[in-house]
């Protein structure tokens, strides 16, 4: 992780809401300050150990750290760890 947002991303969570309706099978991924700003960040397809992973909330920072042999877990640490230069704004303007 890089160093410049190290320190931001202790304080910013990652939640996921199921959205199961119907034939669609997504959990939609919040990211969520400490003050309870909540900004929409991306959409996965459902599994079972990624919602329980991330359905109570854990740091942005814990959720990088994360290492396993479940393929759907590593695909959700590998696109967050992808996307986070892009969410960089979003992430200091919450945190701000």
Do not use: H
Not at 18 to 29: A, C, F, H, L, P
Not at 34 to 41: D, F, I, L, R
Not at 58 to 82: E, G
């Amino acid at each position: 992780m890089k160093k410049k947002y190290a320190d931001i991303s202790n304080r910013i969570k990652v939640v996921g809401i199921n959205k199961m309706t119907g034939r669609q099978e997504v959990v939609d991924y919040y990211l969520v300050s400490s003050n309870g700003k909540k900004e929409y960040a991306f959409t996965r397809k459902y599994t079972r150990k990624t919602y329980d992973l991330v359905k109570g909330g854990i740091s942005v920072k814990r959720l990088l750290q994360v290492r396993t042999k479940d393929r759907a877990t590593m695909k959700l640490v590998n696109y967050l760890s992808l996307m986070m230069p892009y969410f960089m704004e979003e992430i200091e303007w919450m945190a701000a």
